[in-house]
């Protein structure tokens, strides 16, 4: 059974039925599509609007997020507090970026794809500023590492590809 990268694709074209032609899953595959793409892991984020496999608009950064401090004592509360402040402010950076590139697109994407850290992701997509790109997010997520301008530059190469499931 074939997952294009899109949905909905009707059944013919997923490979359920014997002896298909691949002619209706190559075109929706290959048509082209205006997405967004939001990548989130704490410390880092990108934002990009695609036309094709284009980017035509986009926003990376950074912040510190200081990892877990393992050793007990009376300072670690401390090392956890400036911790969850960290990550907070990372967090809102990663809304904020996607609120000033994508929000504004959003009337004319087909779709938005979302990867990095699942939980720093769902964390963003709270923001009520979001609002309009969930209902445009894919279910499927792109896993990728710290977000830079480069891993966001080869996102169509993810989102696009078409999983293949074999069984007997």
Do not use: N, W
């Not at 990268?5 to 039925?17: H, Q, T």
């Amino acid at each position: 059974m074939c997952e294009p990268p899109f949905p909905p694709l009707d059944a013919s074209a997923r490979g359920e039925r014997a002896g298909y032609e691949p002619g209706p899953l190559l075109d929706h595959v290959r048509r082209e599509r205006t997405v967004g793409v939001l990548l989130v892991r704490l410390g880092g984020h990108a934002a990009g609007v695609f036309k094709g496999e284009e980017l035509t608009d986009s926003k990376v950064g950074s912040r510190l997020v200081h990892g877990r401090h393992r050793k007990g004592g009376s300072s670690s509360g401390r090392f956890a507090r400036r911790r969850e402040g960290e990550a907070r402010a990372a967090l809102q950076a990663a809304a904020d970026v996607a609120v000033r590139v994508l929000v504004p697109a959003v009337e004319r994407l087909d779709a938005v794809v979302l990867g990095g850290d699942r939980r720093a992701v769902d964390e963003v997509m709270t923001d009520p500023r979001l609002a309009p790109l969930g209902a445009l997010a894919v279910a499927a997520r792109i896993d990728v590492p710290d977000p830079k301008l480069k891993v966001l530059q080869r996102a169509p190469e993810l989102y696009l590809a078409v999983r293949i499931r074999l069984s007997d």
